[in-house]
């Protein structure tokens, strides 16, 4: 069956670095563009960035144009987000999607098929 296991998140202090890295399984991955979101307490999950299937176009959410960088490696079925320069409030439970019928990085929600379990990054200012 189709996983998406997240890791690297934890705590951090405000300015710092985090690398979270998004493993898939059971899935042909570079099918697949992908997409990070993000969910805070008591909010709606909200798009972050997304990365097409062969990594050459990116789209980000603003606020974190700049800071938060997408990436991918096929031969490694894993998706990364670097985030430099973090802020206490993109403290979240950040999770990892995969859209097999998206030509190009999308932000919408309902068009991700497979989602990972979650990864927490908490930013203490």
């Known amino acids: 069956q189709v996983q998406l296991v997240e890791s690297g998140g934890g705590l951090v202090q405000a300015g710092g670095s985090l690398r979270l890295s998004c493993a898939a399984s059971?899935?042909?991955?570079?099918?697949?563009?992908m997409g990070w979101f993000r969910q805070a307490p008591g909010k709606e999950r909200e798009f972050v960035t997304a990365?097409?299937?062969?990594?050459?176009?990116?789209a980000l959410v603003e606020h974190v144009k700049g800071r938060f960088t997408i990436s991918r490696d096929n031969a490694k079925g894993t998706v990364y987000l670097q985030m430099n320069r973090l802020k206490p409030e993109d403290t979240s439970v950040y999770y990892c999607?995969?859209?097999?019928?998206?030509?190009?990085?999308?932000?919408?929600?309902?068009?991700?098929?497979?989602w990972g379990q979650g990864t927490q990054v908490t930013v203490s200012s």
């Open positions: 999607a995969a859209c097999l019928r998206c030509t190009k990085p999308s932000a919408r929600r309902n068009e991700y098929d497979f």
């Open positions: 059971g899935l042909t991955f570079s099918r697949y563009a």
């Open positions: 990365i097409s299937r062969s990594g050459d176009s990116t």
